[in-house]
């Protein structure tokens, strides 16, 4: 049985967190516009891009209510608003042949926004970073998920921030 009085405290624990988290991200200026801005000049690159343009266009049917994930996804990435919930993983292994080149060209267009709104280089640095995290977990959980084991360090040479 779970005391209430240790769930209320942990519950506090992680709103601290949450809020401290948050302002780390809006004192170099990832704030909620900084967000909303992002993803929204990202994905007009994605949909125009050779690569990766077509597959997007396959699998996103209405784009404003994928914008609005997208920019729930980056809040909860960035701030841990804990407002996402779905399950990226799944969603990249179920398109057939992504691989490398995909996520090397996803994070090279990520990283052409970034520097095109860097406003502080820190900012640049914290969501690069997050970024790179993001893909190379993608490919490596794809990779294993063809190649077993071996498909371990799949995201070893993507490019950083």
Known sequence: MTNPA????????????RAEKRAAAEKVGVDEAFIDHLVEAFYTRIRSDDLLGPIFARHIAEWPPHLARMKCF??????????????????????????IEHFTRWLDLFYATLREQ????????????RARMIADSLLTGIS?????LAGG???????HV
């Not at 942990?10 to 709103?15: E, I, K, V």
């Not at 990435?77 to 969603?91: A, D």
């Not at 406003?119 to 969501?127: C, K, M, P, R, T």
């Open 6 to 17: 240790s769930q209320t405290e942990a519950q506090a624990h992680t709103r601290q967190k």
């Open 74 to 99: 980056w809040r909860s990435v960035l701030h841990n608003s804990g407002e996402f919930s779905g399950n990226p993983m799944l969603k990249h292994l179920a398109i057939p042949g992504l691989a």
């Open 118 to 129: 860097e406003g502080q280089h820190a900012a640049s640095e914290l969501v690069g970073t």
């Open 144 to 148: 294993m998920r063809r190649d077993g």
């Open 153 to 159: 360090r799949a995201g070893k040479d993507l490019p």
